[in-house]
C-alpha cells in the first residue's frame, strides 16, 4: 500500500485525484503535480476512505475550503450535542470537521462522529494523550499508542504541535498573551518540567511511520501562534513556523501530506507578509488560518473579525480557513453558533476565490444578480450562500407587504414598490427594447 503522494511521485492518478479533479472542474494530472509539488493535499485515511468519506482537495489551486471545529469539553459532554452540531456545520457547506473533543468518553465521540461524516475528520491527539492523568506524566509509549488508535478509527488528519521546541519558549517573555494554543501550552509546561525536548519533535519520524501506514495528513499546529494583535509576527511564532518548515520537509520524505496551521489574531496590515513567509517557509505547503482574528475587541462577533481576517488570508495565500465562532473567547459554542460560523467562513473563503479569479468562482455571484436583476426570487434564494436564511427573511418581508404570490413580489419592503430600483430598470429595459432605441 502507497500514500497519496508516493502514488503521485510514482505518476499515478489516483481515484481520489479524479475525485477531486471533477468536483473543481480542473485537470487530473495538475492536481497530481500539485500533490507531488506539496501544495496540495486531499486528506483521506484509507479506512475512511472504505466507509463514507468523500475526498477533497486543499492547496492554492482549488477552492478555498472552510473546517468547523466541535467537540465536547470537562465542562459541558453530549455526544448527541456534538452530532447536532456537526450535522448543522455540514448543512451549512463545512468543507471539513474538527473533533476537538475534552470531555469523557472521547473515543465512543470520535466512533460516532466518524461515522456520520462524510468529510474529512480532523483531531488534536494530545488532548487524549493528557485524558485522565497529569501533563508531566504523558510518556512516549502512551503518545504513539493514543496516535495509532485514532489512526485506526479512520480520522484524516491530525494537527501535531511538533514545533514548538524547549528553546522557543524565552521568546514568550514579552508577549501580552503568552501560549493560547492549549496544546502549545500543555506541551510548554511539560518540556520545563522535565527540562527535556518537546516528545512530538523527538519522536517526529515515529509519528509519520503511523501516519504513512493509515494515509493521513499532518496538520502542523502552531503552538505559539499570537494570542492577541500585540503578540502577531512575534520572535516565538517565527521561529516556530521555521520549525515547521523543517517539519513539512521531513514529514513529505516519508511519504505523508502535510499542511501547516497558521495564526491567531494578527492585524490586517500583517496577514499578506503572514502568508507570504508561510509559503516561502514552508515551500507552499497549503496554510490553514485559524481566522484570522483581525482586531480582539469584538468579543460576541468574532466570526465577523476572523471573516476579515481570513479573506485577506485566502486572497494572499492560505487554502484552508479554519471558522471561528460568535462565541471565541467566552464559551463553547452551540448549534447556532455553528452555524454562523461556517456561514461567515464560506463568505470569507468565497470573496477570496472571486478576488484572486478562481475559475467559476465570479459565475456564481453573476448568476445570483441576474436574478436578483429580474425580481427571480426563486432562483435568488435558492443560488445564495445561506438560502435558509434568505428564504425566511424573504418570507418575513413578503408579510410585511402582503404579497401573496412571494416568487413573484415585484418589490420587498426595503424600499417599497414606488421606490424599487430594481423594478422600476426592469420598466426602462423594457421601455427601451419597446421604442427599438439602440447605443449610438
Ligand atoms: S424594494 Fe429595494 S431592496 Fe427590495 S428588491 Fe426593490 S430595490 Fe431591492
Redesign the pocket.
Known amino acids: 500500500m502507497v500514500t497519496q503522494i508516493q502514488a503521485v511521485l510514482a505518476g499515478t492518478i489516483s481515484d481520489e485525484v479524479k475525485s477531486v479533479a471533477r468536483a473543481e472542474g480542473q485537470d487530473a494530472e495538475y492536481i497530481r503535480d500539485e500533490i507531488a509539488a506539496g501544495r496540495l493535499i486531499i486528506p483521506a485515511n484509507k479506512l475512511h476512505l472504505k466507509s463514507n468519506l468523500r475526498p477533497i482537495g486543499i492547496g492554492r489551486a482549488l477552492t478555498t475550503k472552510v473546517n468547523a471545529n466541535i467537540g465536547t469539553s470537562s465542562v459541558r459532554s453530549s455526544i448527541e450535542a456534538e452530532i447536532e452540531k456537526m450535522d448543522v456545520a455540514l448543512s451549512a457547506g463545512a468543507d471539513a470537521v474538527m473533533d476537538l473533543s475534552t470531555g469523557s468518553n472521547l473515543d465512543d465521540t470520535r466512533e460516532k462522529l466518524l461515522a456520520r461524516c462524510p468529510v474529512p475528520f480532523g483531531t488534536v491527539p494530545i488532548y487524549q494523550i493528557i485524558e485522565g492523568r497529569d501533563v508531566e506524566d504523558i510518556d512516549n509509549k502512551t503518545i504513539l499508542e493514543i496516535i495509532e488508535r485514532q489512526a485506526k478509527q479512520g480520522v484524516d488528519f491530525f494537527t501535531i504541535h511538533a514545533g514548538v521546541l524547549k528553546e522557543h519558549l524565552p521568546l514568550l517573555e514579552k508577549r501580552v498573551a503568552g501560549i493560547v494554543s492549549r496544546g502549545g501550552a500543555l506541551l510548554a509546561k511539560w518540556m520545563l518540567y522535565h527540562n527535556k525536548q518537546n516528545p512530538l519533535y523527538e519522536m517526529f519520524d515515529d509519528l509519520c511511520d503511523i501516519l504513512a501506514e493509515y494515509d493521513i495528513s499532518f496538520s502542523l499546529g502552531d503552538g505559539l501562534r499570537p494570542g492577541c494583535i500585540a503578540d502577531a509576527t512575534d520572535d516565538a511564532q517565527i521561529a516556530e513556523l521555521k520549525t515547521l518548515g523543517e517539519l513539512t520537509q521531513r514529514a513529505q520524505q516519508k511519504g505523508c501530506q502535510v499542511m501547516v496551521e497558521g495564526p491567531g489574531h494578527v492585524p490586517f496590515d500583517q496577514i499578506q507578509y503572514n502568508m507570504e513567509i508561510q509559503q516561502k517557509i514552508c515551500n507552499g505547503a497549503p496554510f490553514y488560518v485559524l481566522g484570522p482574528v483581525v482586531t480582539d475587541i469584538a468579543p460576541g462577533y468574532d466570526h465577523i473579525t476572523s471573516a476579515i481576517g481570513g479573506t485577506a488570508a485566502a486572497f494572499y495565500g492560505a487554502s484552508f480557513l479554519c471558522y471561528v465562532t460568535p462565541r471565541e473567547h467566552l464559551g463553547l459554542p452551540n448549534a447556532n453558533d455553528v452555524r454562523a460560523g461556517v456561514i461567515a467562513a464560506k463568505i470569507a473563503a468565497h470573496a477570496a476565490d472571486v478576488a484572486r479569479g478562481l475559475k467559476g468562482a465570479a459565475e456564481k455571484d453573476k448568476n445570483l444578480s441576474i436574478a436578483?436583476t429580474n425580481?427571480d426570487w426563486k432562483t435568488h434564494l435558492a443560488e445564495s450562500l445561506d438560502p435558509q436564511t434568505a428564504e425566511r427573511m424573504h418570507r418575513e418581508?413578503c408579510k410585511e407587504i402582503g404579497a401573496e404570490q412571494l416568487p413573484s413580489a415585484d418589490?420587498?419592503?426595503?424600499?417599497?414598490?414606488n421606490?424599487?430600483?430594481?423594478?422600476i430598470n426592469r420598466e426602462i429595459l423594457d421601455f427601451i427594447k419597446s421604442k427599438g432605441m439602440r447605443k449610438a
Open positions: 436578483r425580481l418581508a418589490y420587498c419592503s426595503m424600499c417599497g414598490r421606490w424599487c430600483s430594481v423594478r
